[in-house]
């Protein structure tokens, strides 16, 4: 998704269900033990790990949680081996698709996840088959109520903001990922909330799916969301508003 409207759209609502707050948990628990796991325990020194704090916190993680994940990532407690895996393929309507996994049963998550592709119209490609399609950046977005285009220009552009997008209604403000805590911060400090964070995968351009292409892609995406191992999914679509709501 991550990178459009109709995306954010769903994302936002999904988040609003997911506030049984268990599957955040459990995805933001497995990408601090990763961070910590790649660049030690220390946050200070540690870019990747300071962004999944962050994250944490912001839906209400205690602080023991976010330590003892910490402290699995870097050995100190004991702790399944936990490893990423970005698949990539075709959506229905040949949309491109990305899903980040992080999982403690490799040989699993391929078979589970080249299911779901193929169940729901899509087919699993080979690695970097649709990866070039997408940047990483930061991607944050802002309800558009909460902030003009002047003011938000004003606070971000010595923070390093690339680009302020206004769609249906939101603010996307797209970064380098080294970025990201510049502007978030920038943003705290102005007191504009912010909807949605992340370090994302963002579509160079997308493509319109409608019809049975749109549910389709729809039933594809709940589907791999709603797996234990899958931490993102990121498509190239677009679907329209009445899609959405049809759907809903």
């Not at 540690?46 to 209400?60: C, D, E, F, G, H």
């Not at 080249?114 to 950046?137: D, I, P, T, Y």
């Not at 102005?190 to 351009?205: C, R, T």
Request: glycine share 10%; no cysteine.
């Amino acid at each position: 998704m991550s990178g459009h409207s109709k995306w954010a759209t769903i994302k936002h609502k999904k988040a609003a269900l997911d506030a049984k707050r268990g599957k955040a948990f459990t995805r933001l628990i497995k990408e601090i033990m990763i961070a910590a796991r790649g660049g030690g325990g220390d946050p200070d020194g540690n870019p990747r790990l300071r962004t999944a704090i962050i994250a944490a916190k912001a839906v209400s993680m205690p602080a023991d949680n976010i330590k003892r994940a910490v402290m699995r990532g870097t050995g100190e407690l004991e702790g399944g081996q936990i490893d990423e895996i970005m698949f990539e393929g075709y959506g229905p309507g040949g949309a491109a698709v990305l899903v980040a996994t992080a999982t403690d049963n490799r040989n699993r998550t391929v078979s589970e996840i080249r299911h779901m592709f193929g169940k729901n119209g899509g087919n699993l490609g080979e690695q970097g088959s649709v990866a070039w399609m997408f940047e990483r950046k930061s991607e944050i977005w802002v309800d558009g109520g909460n902030a003009t285009e002047d003011r938000l220009l004003d606070v971000l552009l010595d923070a390093g903001a690339d680009d302020i997008r206004d769609i249906d209604g939101s603010w996307q403000i797209l970064s380098a990922p080294e970025a990201h805590e510049a502007v978030m911060q920038a943003l705290e400090k102005a007191k504009i909330p912010h909807e949605s964070a992340e370090i994302a995968m963002v579509p160079k351009n997308t493509v319109k799916l409608e019809g049975s292409h749109a549910r389709a892609m729809m039933k594809l995406y709940e589907a791999l969301e709603e797996h234990d191992d899958v931490q993102n999914v990121y498509g190239n679509y677009e679907l329209d508003e009445d899609e959405i709501e049809a759907m809903a």
